[in-house]
């Protein structure tokens, strides 16, 4: 059974700094991954989607990269913000499993101005 | 916006009355799937549709939850004899096809007394 796990559960950064963000899973037959933004009380906006056969993504200053072979993916967020304050949530969805994503529990990010 | 629309955002309930929860997506989507978070963790995939059919249920889905979907666009979850257990929010999810990414509404947020 596949494990997502999102390490640190929080993180504090003052506005400017680099934020890395951590998702690890266990089973590395992937069809794609998914980075998603959750702001308090809200549903989830979708930030970054890596197929499978892809290393990494880009959007703005949000890059987010794959390593299938050793079941980990990294997003980085360049020269953070306040409104960059958010839980993000990492899922992966399986190979025979097409939107039915396995979610990590999120790493809550403040960042201070 | 996120294309998907939730009714009611939040619902307050005694235990072991009936609630339904409505998801309307704003555009066509064959796949249409329901989700639930508890404080601190990730969603759970509970069902989906492909059109109108329910092709699979999570174990999390007991028999006090049905679900329907009955002209493949709109989508009711009702919970049956409600528990404090199933004090949650409940995300309406709807898939693109051609990149596997997902869509997911504001969600229900459901507090059992």
């Known amino acids: 059974k596949q494990e997502v796990t999102q390490i640190p559960a929080a993180l504090s950064v003052p506005e400017g700094e680099n934020l890395v963000l951590n998702c690890s899973f266990t089973?590395?037959?992937?069809?794609?991954l998914q980075w998603f933004r959750q702001d308090p009380g809200k549903g989830l906006t979708s930030l970054l989607l890596?197929?499978?056969?892809?290393r990494e993504q880009t959007s703005g200053r949000l890059n987010a990269s794959l390593d299938k072979s050793s079941g980990r993916s990294t997003l980085y967020i360049a020269a953070s913000q306040p409104g960059d304050s958010a839980t993000y949530l990492c899922?992966?969805?399986?190979?025979?499993?097409?939107?039915?994503?396995?979610f990590g529990a999120g790493t809550q990010v403040v960042v201070t101005p | 916006d996120t294309g998907v629309s939730q009714d009611p955002r939040h619902k307050i309930t005694k235990r072991g009355q009936n609630v339904t929860f409505r998801c309307d997506p704003i555009?066509?989507?064959?796949?249409l799937y329901w989700y639930r978070q508890t404080l601190g963790q990730g969603p759970e995939f509970l069902t989906y549709?492909?059109?109108?059919?329910?092709?699979?249920k999570s174990r999390l889905l007991s028999d006090r939850f049905s679900a329907e979907r009955p002209k493949g666009s709109f989508s009711t979850l009702e919970i049956q004899r409600t528990e404090q257990g199933d004090s949650a929010m409940y995300l309406c999810?709807?898939?693109?096809?051609?990149?596997?990414?997902?869509?997911f509404g504001e969600g229900s947020r459901l507090t059992v007394l």
């Open positions: 899922a992966v969805g399986g190979t025979d499993s097409w939107g039915k994503l396995q």
């Open positions: 089973d590395s037959a992937i069809y794609n």
């Open positions: 890596i197929q499978s056969s892809q």
């Open positions: 555009s066509e989507h064959n796949r």
């Open positions: 549709f492909q059109n109108e059919a329910q092709l699979e």
């Open positions: 999810v709807l898939w693109r096809g051609d990149t596997g990414e997902l869509f």
